[in-house]
């Protein structure tokens, strides 16, 4: 049982270029997220999906769009990367909602923006 | 809105010292959810425990324990005879009932524990 796998573990891009973090999780969970998580600032949610189809924006959405095609999957995209986006990210699940249930991460991109 | 504040930032202590990681919450729901999330030093997170705000029995898991006050908005969570595998950033985080309820993070408390 993978749980949920993040892909790449570790990327460098350059200011400007653009690229997709990837989430996929096999556990059939509904609700699916991503944060990012810096120095000092603990985790603050990005963007976040309650099923395939609906998604919407957390406390720091800017810079960022995301889209659930299906269940299993949750890429992030940076569609034109800034220093300020260097970060580490994670993606989570759980099976309905966040409220009562405690979410399953995984491992963390490191992202670097030079 | 809903806040987490973990005024700790970092604490050292020498093991079997016992350490308490404070943490108090903000929420204008009457139902809501604390959870308790552990990062080693490999950098997953590890889930930690649940509390609902209907449930203000205290909790204990082997060197563990947890004591929600709601009449203070506070879980604080101890350690006894900490070892140094506990050393570690440990966040606080709230999420309010609803299916598009949102969890929000503490900043973390790192924990360093002396051998």
């Known amino acids: 049982n993978a749980g949920v796998t993040q892909t790449p573990k570790f990327q460098v891009l350059k200011t400007g270029q653009s690229m997709t973090l990837q989430c996929a999780q096999d556990?059939?969970?509904?609700?699916m997220s991503w944060y990012r998580q810096d120095p000092g600032m603990g985790l603050r949610l990005i963007h976040y999906?309650?099923?395939?189809?609906?998604?919407d924006q957390g406390e720091v959405p800017n810079g960022y769009n995301v889209s659930r095609s299906t269940t299993e999957d949750f890429p992030l995209r940076l569609l034109s990367a800034a220093p300020s986006q260097t970060s580490v990210y994670f993606c989570?699940?759980?099976?309905?909602?966040?409220?009562?249930?405690?979410?399953?991460f995984g491992d963390g991109t490191r992202l670097s923006i030079l | 809105a809903q806040k987490v504040t973990q005024a700790q930032t970092e604490i050292s202590v020498v093991e079997k010292e016992d350490v308490t990681l404070d943490c108090v919450y903000e929420t204008r729901d009457t139902t809501y959810y604390l959870f308790w999330y552990k990062q080693p030093p490999s950098g997953e997170l590890v889930f930690l425990i649940r509390?609902?705000?209907?449930?203000?029995q205290n909790e204990i898991s082997g060197r563990y324990s947890w004591n929600f006050q709601k009449s203070t908005s506070s879980f604080n969570f101890t350690i006894t005879a900490s070892q140094v595998v506990d050393s570690a950033v440990y966040f606080c985080a709230l999420s309010e009932a609803g299916a598009n309820s949102k969890l929000t993070f503490g900043k973390g408390i790192t924990l360093s524990v002396r051998p």
């Open positions: 556990m059939n969970h509904e609700y």
């Open positions: 999906s309650v099923g395939a189809g609906i998604t």
């Open positions: 509390r609902n705000s209907f449930d203000e």
């Open positions: 989570a699940s759980s099976p309905q909602g966040i409220s009562n249930q405690p979410q399953h």
